[in-house]
């Protein structure tokens, strides 16, 4: 449709390049006898959208505000799937098995940082369901035209899997259509939504009985932490344009990660403060956030810094010790200020050893204590038995994989599921011996606040 409309209107003259020179470059290596993955990256006058375009049928949006960077991955070019206590390791093979066969052309100084996205559930054992529709436990999806915009330029990569089936107009076709896709952006409105029913899952009531019952058994000696989720259901009359709600999300929490993600069923949305890790070749930093306190409190709460922010601490320095030859940590916590809330925050850096590699990292830290609980395996041991409900990716991380071992992967806080009418938003409390059930509640009911928010207008 794009195209046929080119005939009766003029095509900008970057477009008109743009097109030729990707014919250039793409052809001779669709019409060889190459294998693996092709990537084309060509630089563009674009201006970074606010939203994936209103007629994706698969996206990745990615957008960290406060350092001008976005991502907007379009379509599938291929992807690589696992499940099970191995997945990183089994993902880690095969993204390297794709990166020594992958072909990369770049047009200039087009080099972008991020090649694929990484996605996964909290737990690996977790499989998708009706909750979580299109979500596999742990991904890595290559799209076919990634667009990047990182402080005022704009590269897009054109990826394809090498299939000589001797169609190689098909596939730049296929670019065109993802292009024309991309090329359509417009303003996205802020429109809020009414008339929602809302259910608890737990109640609210249950759900305190089932802190209580950790908190006793942290007094028994049985858990240091254990990180507990709530679930609110919400029902609209209208479909929910996930869209509408990023410019509000991204003007609001400017130092969050904003994601919108849909892999080919559900659409999940995210503005979360969490950074899983952040690495390349040479360092990685990790924040350690645990600990609510509202935004307005100026008392420093030691029970909270010694029961449930320093584990969280530990635990990441100790995932990170066989990788780093140097780790550096804050002294004492910090705050991390959002609109409703404060996080208590320590920053992690380390500078890393050669060859180390993210899904290496990944198989070592995650879950940390901020989202699972201390010791690990008695605290997924405990959730297991007594939480009641997947959480699907929530607790889980998405980011984007580089060359070079780059990485950038942020833990899935703040989020809402969305299906068709209905939201499913989430959140959780670390609970410890000296928890307190009444408190913890409210501090679940403020983290659900932004996407509420967002979606309500309230």
């Known amino acids: 449709m794009g195209r046929q409309a080119d005939r009766f209107q003029p095509v900008p003259v970057w477009l008109g390049r743009l097109r030729m020179e990707l014919r250039q470059l793409a052809m001779p290596v669709l019409q060889s006898s190459r294998r693996g993955l092709l990537s084309i990256s060509l630089e563009a006058p674009l201006a970074p959208p606010d939203a994936p375009p209103a007629d994706a049928r698969v996206w990745q949006f990615w957008q960290r505000p406060a350092a001008r960077h976005c991502l907007l991955g379009l379509g599938l070019a291929h992807r690589e799937t696992a499940s099970g206590s191995q997945r990183f390791s089994r993902l880690d093979t095969a993204w390297q098995d794709l990166r020594s066969s992958w072909t990369r052309i770049v ?23 009706a909750d979580w529709r299109g979500f596999d436990n ?98 609209f009359r ?52 645990a600990g609510t306190l509202p935004v307005h409190s100026q008392d420093r709460d030691a029970d909270m810094e010694t029961h449930e922010h320093a584990p969280v601490v530990t635990a990441i320095r100790q995932a990170l010790q066989p990788f780093c030859r140097e780790l550096r940590v804050d002294q004492r916590p910090g705050r991390l200020n959002l609109n409703n809330l404060a996080h208590l925050y320590t920053a992690i850096r380390g500078e890393l050893r050669p060859g180390s590699r993210a899904m290496q990292v990944l198989d070592r830290l995650h879950p940390t204590p901020a989202v699972g609980g201390m010791p690990r395996k008695q605290a997924l041991e405990w959730m297991g038995r007594d939480e009641r409900q997947s959480r699907g990716w929530y607790t889980g991380g998405f980011g984007w994989l580089g060359d070079g071992n780059q990485a950038d992967l942020s833990v899935l806080l703040r989020c809402a599921r969305i299906q068709g009418n209905s939201a499913s938003l989430y959140a959780g409390a670390g609970i410890t011996r000296v928890s307190d059930p009444q408190r913890e509640l409210r501090e679940t009911e403020l983290k659900f606040e932004p996407m509420l928010r967002a979606l309500t207008q309230c």
């Open 138 to 235: 742990a991904v890595i999806h290559v799209p076919r035209l990634l667009a990047e915009w990182r402080r005022g330029r704009c590269i897009i990569s054109f990826n394809c899997r090498l299939e000589h089936d001797g169609k190689p107009e098909r596939q730049f076709s296929r670019w065109m259509d993802d292009l024309d896709q991309l090329l359509k952006q417009t303003h996205t409105p802020e429109q809020g939504l009414s008339s929602c029913v809302i259910s608890e899952e737990p109640s609210a009531v249950s759900w305190q009985a089932q802190v209580a019952d950790a908190v006793r058994t942290a007094e028994q000696g049985g858990l240091d932490k254990v990180v507990l989720s709530r679930r609110l259901q919400l029902r």
């Open 238 to 289: 209208q479909p929910v344009d996930h869209r509408s709600l990023l410019p509000g999300l991204a003007r609001c929490y400017p130092g969050c990660t904003i994601l919108s993600l849909c892999l080919g069923g559900d659409v999940l949305l995210a503005a979360t403060p969490e950074q899983l890790l952040r690495m390349n070749a040479r360092s990685i930093h990790c924040d350690a956030l």
């Open 107 to 129: 047009q200039g100084h087009a080099r972008p940082r991020a090649s694929a996205f990484l996605g996964f559930a909290f737990d690996p054992d977790f499989q998708p369901d």
